[in-house]
């Protein structure tokens, strides 16, 4: 019998709609700007950005959203995610689909001030991404249950509207970003694929109401907590 240093954290999980089961969650894919923002109009297709958040900051999108420390520009995004159920290496775009066990709807939560100095530096993202409580995710409904989603995505603050985008206008879909990735990487059953955000990110405030959601998938409502 193995013998650990010290005992092992639990898995990190999700909630699956309509079951008392919960999906343990392996690695989080990220995909940057995979719809048509106002600054990208007319512009031919890039290749995909992805970059990674650790499962650690996977909690459920129920409560509180945390403000995060180091930041004055907390921004929301609201995606698609993509839950694995089968592994696989270099997955043909045609195939892809019969690795997907299920869907959600998520934020990718992030510190934009810092996002942009990383940028401006050339430097990675993860300053900007990865902190506590950065990706909270609804409940994943299986594909069994509801099949692939083909509705809109959308995003409310306070009851305004700010994003809201129909799925097919990805400019990767589903089916290509699960190819990209596995042709770089073995995905494994368990890993999150955030497939992107569509145009109107912008700053959320303490007190804040987040109500979002994805047409067939799931809804959640959060408020922003203080400045720590």
Known sequence: MTEYV??????????????????????????????????TQGQSRQP??????????????????????????FV????????????????????????????????DLTRRDIQRLAKSNGLPWEGAKVFD????????VPIARAGHPDGELWLNVNGEERQRASLD????????????????????AGDLIMTGSPAGVDLLQPGDIINAGIDGIGQLEMRVSQRP
């Open 76 to 107: 929301h995004e609201i995606e698609l995610v993509v839950a694995i159920g089968e592994g696989g290496a270099n997955i043909p775009e045609s195939q892809a689909l019969a690795y997907v066990w299920g869907y959600a709807a998520g934020l």
């Open 133 to 140: 409580g950065a990706a909270p995710m609804t409940a994943i």
């Open 169 to 188: 206008s990805q400019i990767w879909s589903v089916s290509e970003v699960i190819s990209r990735i596995s042709q770089s990487v073995a995905l494994r």
């Open 48 to 73: 995909p950005v992805f970059f990674m958040k650790p499962a650690s900051n996977v909690v459920d999108a129920i409560g509180e959203v945390a403000f995060p420390s180091m930041t004055k520009e």
């Open 6 to 39: 010290f005992t092992p954290d639990l898995p990190v999980t999700l909630p699956v709609a309509g079951s008392q089961q919960r999906f343990p969650v392996g690695r989080v894919f990220c995909v940057g700007r995979n719809y048509p923002w106002p600054d």
